[in-house]
């Protein structure tokens, strides 16, 4: 068993290690990956698909505006974007999408997955008033989640509760004490020679961002909590086997990192410090490279959250985010010759990683959940 991981964790390291060839060999980043993330990787917005019968009446259309507002300024503060599908129009594309949707009743909000994320279904659907859209867009624990990242923690572990109560109690002791042991151990890269580096992270006392520092915590969620059915159900959908019967009754746990990325799931026996401290690593080490998409991450959270001014490409998607990579290696000409003729390479490395990845995480928790 130890050798078959030892060599999946190796699969998963060369991997990476292509990914940081293409990228991070053109442009060294020794930012940490979890504060790269905070300062230059907006969330993915979720989809919500906005079901109704005819117009809309006025307080529905001031709620849509209000949201839409949050949603659509220059520095949204809430990842989501709103089509609208009236059913009286006889569309079919939105008759199809309805009754895909589970045909909720209407005026209702279908929110679905970033296209990015490893599932892309829907994951919530509320009728379209104000009290089911509060809980929606907000929640206790999301807040408090927001807060720590903002005040530049490197990881918040949101642990959620199996129900066995001893079960729990040896994840949560496993979680507790190995990431109290990786924050004395564990070392940050140096940035001074980083040019990339913002002058907050160079000048902790004259910039704007929190301090650089390693620093972890754990929030913990019951799966029945009625104020938190939005968050339970973002992450227990993040990846396609999550609620598969052998995982019901485990504890889970989700290192979430930058501006609410969840970087992937440990269940049961898989809360060990080995794989605990492979996901701390990654996270406090370089940010080789630099482009979202090509870095371990299932999907990002719904959140309300003001990140702030962003100091990197806000451009989302792969080619766009490569090209914002590429941008300021040289002259244009040799960044629209790196971009030609490298893309086909590029967009096959990211195949194999998102492919690779997913089958190593996959095994590993089928095996290490299951013992």
Same mark, same amino acid.
């Given at each position: 068993?130890?050798?078959?991981?030892?060599?999946?964790?190796?699969?998963?390291?060369?991997?990476?290690?292509?990914?940081?060839?293409?990228?991070?060999?053109?442009?060294?980043?020794?930012?940490?990956?979890?504060?790269?993330?905070?300062?230059?990787?907006?969330?993915?917005?979720?989809?919500?698909?906005?079901?109704?019968?005819?117009?809309?009446?006025?307080?529905?259309?001031?709620?849509?505006? $209000?949201?839409?507002?949050?949603?659509?300024?220059?520095?949204?503060?809430?990842?989501?974007?709103?089509?609208?599908?009236?059913?009286?129009?006889?569309?079919?594309?939105?008759?199809?999408?309805?009754?895909?949707?589970?045909?909720?009743?209407?005026?209702?909000?279908?929110?679905?997955?970033?296209?990015?994320?490893?599932?892309?279904?829907?994951?919530?659907? %509320?009728?379209?008033?104000?009290?089911?859209?509060?809980?929606?867009?907000?929640?206790?624990?999301?807040?408090?989640?927001?807060?720590?990242?903002?005040?530049?923690?490197?990881?918040?572990?949101?642990?959620?509760?199996?129900?066995?109560?001893?079960?729990?109690?040896?994840?949560?002791?496993?979680?507790?004490?190995?990431?109290?042991?990786?924050?004395?151990?564990?070392?940050?890269?140096? %940035?001074?020679?980083?040019?990339?580096?913002?002058?907050?992270?160079?000048?902790?006392?004259?910039?704007?961002?929190?301090?650089?520092?390693?620093?972890?915590?754990?929030?913990?969620?019951?799966?029945?909590?009625?104020?938190?059915?939005?968050?339970?159900?973002?992450?227990?959908?993040?990846?396609?086997?999550?609620?598969?019967?052998?995982?019901?009754?485990?504890?889970?746990?989700?290192?979430?990192?930058?501006?609410? $990325?969840?970087?992937?799931?440990?269940?049961?026996?898989?809360?060990?410090?080995?794989?605990?401290?492979?996901?701390?690593?990654?996270?406090?080490?370089?940010? /080789?490279?630099?482009?979202?998409?090509?870095?371990?991450?299932?999907?990002?959270?719904?959140?309300?959250?003001?990140?702030?001014?962003?100091?990197?490409?806000?451009?989302?998607?792969?080619?766009?985010?490569?090209?914002?990579?590429?941008?300021?290696?040289?002259?244009?000409?040799?960044?629209?010759?790196?971009?030609?003729?490298?893309?086909?390479?590029?967009?096959?490395?990211?195949?194999?990683?998102?492919?690779?990845?997913?089958?190593?995480?996959?095994?590993?928790?089928?095996?290490? /959940?299951?013992?």
């Amino acid at each position: 068993m130890n050798r078959i991981m030892d060599k999946r964790r190796r699969a998963l390291l060369f991997f990476l290690a292509a990914t940081a060839a293409i990228f991070g060999r053109a442009e060294a980043c020794d930012i940490p990956v979890f504060r790269y993330a905070l300062d230059n990787w907006p969330a993915d917005r979720f989809t919500a698909t906005l079901f109704h019968e005819g117009p809309l009446d006025e307080s529905q259309r001031d709620l849509l505006d $209000r949201i839409e507002d949050y949603a659509l300024a220059d520095q949204p503060i809430l990842n989501i974007e709103i089509d609208k599908l009236d059913l009286a129009s006889g569309e079919e594309r939105a008759s199809l999408l309805w009754e895909k949707a589970g045909a909720p009743p209407t005026p209702g909000l279908v929110v679905s997955y970033p296209g990015s994320a490893m599932n892309s279904g829907p994951v919530s659907a %509320v009728p379209f008033e104000a009290t089911s859209l509060k809980g929606l867009l907000d929640s206790p624990q999301r807040r408090e989640l927001v807060s720590r990242l903002q005040n530049g923690q490197s990881a918040v572990w949101v642990f959620i509760a199996s129900g066995d109560t001893e079960k729990d109690a040896e994840a949560i002791a496993t979680l507790e004490s190995t990431l109290g042991q990786l924050e004395k151990t564990l070392e940050l890269p140096s %940035v001074e020679d980083d040019p990339n580096a913002p002058a907050d992270l160079l000048d902790p006392e004259g910039g704007d961002g929190p301090t650089l520092r390693i620093e972890f915590s754990i929030l913990t969620l019951e799966r029945d909590d009625p104020t938190e059915t939005l968050l339970v159900n973002l992450l227990l959908n993040s990846e396609p086997d999550l609620l598969e019967p052998d995982f019901a009754s485990e504890p889970m746990v989700f290192p979430i990192y930058g501006r609410g $990325r969840v970087l992937y799931a440990l269940i049961g026996k898989g809360i060990n410090p080995d794989v605990i401290r492979e996901a701390c690593e990654f996270l406090v080490g370089p940010c /080789s490279c630099q482009v979202k998409d090509l870095n371990p991450g299932s999907t990002d959270l719904l959140l309300t959250a003001n990140w702030g001014e962003l100091h990197g490409d806000p451009m989302q998607g792969l080619e766009l985010g490569i090209a914002g990579a590429v941008d300021g290696l040289g002259s244009s000409k040799q960044s629209e010759s790196f971009l030609s003729g490298n893309l086909a390479m590029v967009l096959g490395v990211q195949a194999i990683l998102v492919l690779g990845v997913s089958a190593f995480l996959l095994m590993r928790r089928r095996e290490t /959940s299951l013992g």
